[in-house]
């Protein structure tokens, strides 16, 4: 038996970082436990679903010698620690009789307790090469890609995130046919090979959402193998499996054609599309753009339940404008790619009503948006 005090906030924080990696509806028991070695000072918290594996560590007042490696149940010892109120918890193990005690001055807690020789363990990545990238530029890179990753497509090769080099650039790619999204930061320095994956959907939300809780000037030590990625900064590491199929060739959607340039208020064009579309019923949203040579034209016609009618009108400006165009699109994938621009201008670009239609950032070239207009009747 072995008794470690921890600060509870720290425990608490440490598992609210890793803990949505589990899969509460898991029918392996195992997986829905969290590893805890205890050596040298420091406590380690390890999870997994099997196909993601994450860890964090934080200091910790431990004399012994004694290496101490367990599982416990990930969930319940989060909320025990999240719910307590006192500064510092007691951790009783018991490994002979699977037992974890939990105890502080006024609350006694019991969770099962098993050894961990049982918990997976895939964090080792063999034949890898390794880079280092600011925590700023992956922020980048999947901040303004996410929304474009497919959801639940037979298509697995689209239920992620594509990362590949081009040049002297890193590139990341989204798409789920419907829209896409592209950006681009100059090739780490230390990036001597060539680059060519696609991250899966989960574990690139695990690594946004993570890596947010870092300053932008942390270095990401990145490694990457045939089948998986593994991501290193300070007291956190993750490892994931590649997703391992081809990307598309998104490069032949862009248009050749001479382009029309709108220039908008992102946040603007937000409100009144949010606006036009509270009249309609549908299960799928659409809008309706009346591209003019000043203005824009957003409109909404409900033909489900009570007919009703909506429209509103933006300033704009134009450059190659010859005639008016009209193009139906989904408001919901309209709203994602007009919410990651960071300027206050978005540019449209468009030929007809039928081709891709391209948003950009104003302030920053570096992202590019296409979206697919609807048909008429859909």
Same mark, same amino acid.
């Given at each position: 038996? +072995?008794?470690?005090?921890?600060?509870?906030?720290?425990?608490?924080?440490?598992?609210?970082?890793?803990?949505?990696?589990?899969?509460?509806?898991?029918?392996?028991?195992?997986?829905?436990?969290?590893?805890?070695?205890?050596?040298? &000072?420091?406590?380690?918290?390890?999870?997994? !679903?099997?196909?993601?594996? $994450?860890?964090?560590?934080?200091?910790? !007042?431990?004399?012994?010698?004694?290496?101490?490696?367990?599982?416990?149940? =990930?969930?319940?010892?989060?909320?025990?620690?999240?719910?307590?109120?006192?500064?510092?918890?007691?951790?009783?193990?018991?490994?002979?009789?699977?037992?974890?005690?939990?105890? +502080?001055?006024?609350?006694?807690? +019991?969770?099962?307790?098993?050894?961990?020789? %049982?918990?997976?363990?895939? &964090?080792?990545?063999?034949? =890898?090469?390794?880079?280092?990238? *600011?925590?700023?530029?992956?922020?980048?890179?999947?901040?303004?890609?996410?929304?474009?990753?497919?959801?639940?497509?037979?298509?697995?090769?689209?239920? @992620?995130?594509?990362?590949?080099?081009?040049?002297?650039?890193?590139? =990341?790619?989204?798409?789920?046919?419907?829209?896409? $999204?592209?950006?681009?930061?100059?090739?780490?320095?230390?990036?001597?090979?060539?680059?060519?994956? #696609?991250?899966?959907?989960?574990?690139?939300?695990?690594? /946004?959402?993570?890596?947010?809780?870092?300053? !932008?000037? !942390?270095?990401?030590?990145?490694?990457?193998?045939?089948?998986?990625?593994?991501?290193?900064?300070?007291?956190?590491?993750?490892?994931?499996?590649?997703?391992? %199929?081809?990307?598309?060739?998104?490069?032949?959607?862009? %248009?050749?054609? *001479?382009?029309?340039?709108?220039?908008?208020?992102?946040?603007?064009?937000?409100?009144?599309?949010?606006?036009?579309? $509270?009249?309609?019923? %549908?299960?799928?949203?659409?809008?309706?753009?009346?591209?003019?040579?000043? *203005?824009?034209?957003?409109?909404?016609?409900?033909?489900? @339940?009570?007919?009703?009618?909506?429209?509103?009108?933006?300033?704009?400006?134009?450059? *190659?404008?010859?005639?008016?165009?009209?193009?139906?699109?989904?408001?919901? /994938?309209? #709203?994602?790619?007009?919410?990651?621009?960071? @300027?206050?201008?978005?540019? #449209?670009?468009?030929?007809?009503?039928? &081709?891709?239609?391209?948003?950009?950032?104003?302030?920053?070239?570096?992202?590019?948006?296409?979206?697919?207009?609807?048909?008429?009747?859909?």
């Amino acid at each position: 038996m +072995s008794i470690i005090i921890v600060s509870r906030k720290e425990l608490a924080k440490a598992l609210s970082r890793i803990v949505t990696i589990i899969e509460k509806k898991s029918n392996i028991s195992i997986l829905k436990h969290v590893k805890i070695d205890i050596e040298n &000072n420091s406590i380690s918290l390890t999870v997994t !679903d099997s196909d993601v594996i $994450a860890s964090v560590n934080f200091a910790i !007042d431990y004399l012994s010698n004694e290496k101490i490696s367990f599982t416990t149940i =990930a969930h319940n010892l989060h909320d025990i620690s999240r719910k307590m109120s006192c500064d510092n918890i007691s951790l009783e193990i018991n490994i002979a009789e699977k037992n974890l005690l939990i105890t +502080s001055d006024i609350n006694r807690f +019991s969770l099962p307790c098993l050894g961990s020789s %049982s918990f997976p363990n895939f &964090n080792s990545i063999d034949d =890898a090469f390794s880079f280092s990238l *600011n925590v700023s530029d992956l922020k980048h890179l999947i901040y303004h890609t996410k929304h474009a990753m497919s959801y639940g497509d037979n298509r697995y090769y689209l239920s @992620g995130l594509h990362i590949h080099t081009d040049d002297d650039k890193l590139t =990341a790619v989204a798409t789920d046919v419907h829209r896409m $999204a592209l950006t681009k930061i100059n090739k780490p320095l230390d990036l001597y090979n060539n680059v060519s994956i #696609i991250i899966p959907r989960k574990t690139v939300s695990e690594i /946004y959402r993570i890596i947010g809780d870092y300053s !932008d000037n !942390d270095i990401i030590i990145t490694s990457i193998s045939e089948k998986k990625i593994h991501l290193s900064l300070k007291d956190f590491n993750l490892s994931s499996k590649l997703i391992e %199929s081809k990307f598309p060739n998104y490069k032949s959607i862009f %248009s050749k054609e *001479n382009q029309i340039n709108i220039r908008v208020e992102a946040t603007q064009l937000i409100k009144a599309v949010d606006l036009v579309t $509270a009249i309609s019923e %549908s299960k799928i949203k659409s809008v309706r753009i009346l591209f003019k040579k000043d *203005n824009l034209v957003l409109s909404v016609d409900n033909q489900i @339940g009570h007919k009703s009618y909506g429209s509103h009108y933006i300033d704009s400006s134009t450059e *190659n404008f010859n005639e008016d165009i009209e193009i139906i699109v989904n408001s919901r /994938y309209l #709203i994602d790619i007009l919410s990651v621009i960071i @300027g206050k201008y978005v540019k #449209i670009s468009i030929s007809n009503a039928i &081709n891709p239609i391209i948003f950009c950032d104003d302030n920053d070239n570096r992202a590019i948006y296409i979206l697919m207009p609807m048909q008429f009747g859909e």
